[in-house]
């Protein structure tokens, strides 16, 4: 299998020290991605290595986290991971960009996830400006798999490039998503993959977090806001 690295976090997945595993490869061109060094990765873990690795930090853990890259284009990894994860009494979590709702339901059917935290990028029909794909009816199709699960806790969550995205959009998007939390992420313009975004300016976290109270009401489940500078923040009534 393919992993880029791995890391300990304590905000990966909210409340729980975690092993967050940086699975390789993604087939998506989101021009604003920031873990261009995944994309063409080729470096090697046997599934002992891994298991090893949780298994050093297991005492002081809570969860582990499979991130990306995009996790789902080794699926067969990924489910490998999970068991021994389950195996050993943990918590998972899931990072997506859910164009591989199948994946998404066999992972589903075999219980092996607590929380889901699903990008989605922008409103379904406009997929295509941000990932080079007309991919967004799948991951409609996952977060509502997803959905169906009341075992498993769903994150939707969008990075906001002002170039790449206007107040609209965020709009119109939280009417066409449902979940448990609604994330608006903070842009970073460092070592991303579109050159051009390099030059765009990071969103003020106080307009983030504006913009945050503005669709509050529009979406029945928390909201939330994470900037560099505040971390995060819940949007609270």
């Known amino acids: 299998m393919y992993i880029g690295g791995t890391v300990i976090s304590s905000v990966e997945f909210h409340g729980n020290m975690s092993l ?9 061109a989101c021009r604003y991605c920031h873990n261009v060094e995944l994309l063409e990765d ?6 002992d290595k891994v298991k090893s690795e949780i298994d050093s930090s297991a005492d ?3 969860a582990v986290v499979i991130s990306g890259g995009e996790p789902l284009v080794q699926t067969d990894a990924v489910i490998e991971i999970l068991k021994h994860v389950r195996k050993i009494g943990l918590k998972t979590k899931l990072d997506t960009s859910g164009i591989y709702p199948e994946k998404i339901q066999e992972l589903l059917d075999l219980g092996l996830l607590d929380y889901v ?3 989605v990028k922008t409103t379904f029909s406009k997929y295509k400006k941000i990932t080079g794909a007309n991919v967004g009816f799948k991951v409609k199709k996952s977060m509502e798999l997803i959905n169906c699960d009341e075992n498993v806790h769903l994150e939707l969550r969008t990075t906001y490039v002002p170039t790449l995205h ?6 119109n998007l ?3 998503i449902e979940g448990d939390v609604y994330t608006i992420q903070q842009f970073r313009n460092k070592n991303v993959l579109d050159p051009a975004l390099e030059e765009v300016e990071v969103p003020n976290p106080h307009d983030l977090r504006k913009l945050a109270e503005e669709i509050k009401d529009n979406f029945d489940g928390k909201v939330k806001v994470k900037s560099a500078e505040f971390g995060e923040q819940i949007i609270k009534n």
Request: hydrophobic letters at 45%; aromatic letters at 14%.
């Open 20 to 28: 967050v595993i940086f699975m390789s490869k993604c087939p998506l």
């Open 42 to 47: 080729n470096t090697e873990w046997s599934l």
């Open 60 to 62: 002081f853990l809570d």
């Open 117 to 119: 935290s699903l990008d």
């Open 166 to 171: 206007t107040k609209k959009d965020i709009f």
């Open 174 to 176: 939280v009417d066409e």
